[in-house]
């Protein structure tokens, strides 16, 4: 496991986007399995300047991402999908047919399940997965929990999760209860994961997962048995971390 302790949140997005494009210039027709949030939004921009400096070529690139929530449709503004259009895939030259979301409009979970694992399977897991981390260790919407689920299932919630993502909606009572998640195998097939977070507030989660014992109680700490995990953080959430 690489770690890299930086300055702030915008050093840690630099990081993250030169190790991206590095994937991308190696590999043009990387899989790259990509995440929401708060926290990859500085990467993306980083992605999408050097792709108008004439650097990065997004033309063979394919993409799976982490997560969308049950019920919200890609036109809404709330969606995961809406997210990454705005803040990737429609500034790049990246095929759309290229880029994979869970349907959060599939009403049957199975069904939905069903069909976002087959794509992940399809490509045989991403060449770089990029990650967020919750508050409670999460990593895609894989909450705490007795067992690890490995394969992409209908996620419920934690009133944690909840109130985090809260902020980002104008009535904490319009946030899903539900989403669609790749599981922790599928993640964990990634040939490279880089795993990016910042803030005093995440400090504990990090510390957790990666100096814990590895248990589903603290969904990313099983990236400490993957073979090529990059952790990219700044100051603050390394602050507990010995
Ligand atoms: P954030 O979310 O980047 O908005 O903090 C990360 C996560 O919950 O995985």
């Known amino acids: 496991m690489k770690m890299y302790r930086v300055k702030d949140y915008n050093a840690m997005s630099r ?31 980083y992605l999408v300047q050097w792709y108008k400096d004439g650097d990065l070529d997004f033309s063979q690139v394919k993409t799976v991402n982490l997560d969308e929530y049950k ?11 809406y997210f990454m259009d705005q803040h990737l895939f429609s500034k790049v030259n990246i095929d759309i047919k290229n880029t994979h979301i869970p349907d ?52 419920a919630l934690t009133d944690s999760t909840i109130e985090a993502n809260a ?20 993640i964990m097939q990634a040939k490279t994961i880089v795993l990016i977070a910042s803030g005093k507030d995440k400090a504990k989660a990090i510390k957790d997962a ?18 090529n995990v990059i952790v990219i953080g700044d100051e603050d959430v390394f602050s507990l971390y010995e």
């Not at 986007?17 to 708060?38: E, R």
């Not at 449709?73 to 999908?81: C, G, L, R, V």
């Not at 060449?127 to 690890?148: A, C, K, S, T």
């Not at 014992?213 to 400490?224: D, E, F, Y």
């Open 71 to 81: 019920g919200l449709s890609k036109d809404n503004d709330q969606s995961y999908f």
């Open 15 to 45: 990081k993250a986007a030169n190790i991206i494009a590095a994937q991308i210039i190696l590999k043009p027709d990387s899989v790259l399995g990509l995440a929401t949030g708060g926290s990859p939004v500085g990467t993306y921009e």
């Open 210 to 227: 990666f100096t814990g014992p590895v248990t589903p109680a603290v969904p990313a700490s099983i990236l400490q048995l993957h073979p």
């Open 104 to 155: 959060g409009t599939i009403e049957d979970s199975d069904e939905a399940c069903k069909r976002y694992n087959s794509i992940i399977e399809g490509f045989g897991g991403a060449d770089l997965q990029l990650l967020g981390i919750g508050h409670n260790g999460h990593i895609g919407f894989n909450e705490p929990d007795e067992m690890f689920i490995k394969e992409t299932h209908c996620a």
């Open 167 to 186: 902020r980002l909606f104008e009535n904490p009572d319009d946030v899903p209860r539900y989403a669609y998640t790749m599981g922790i195998q599928n």
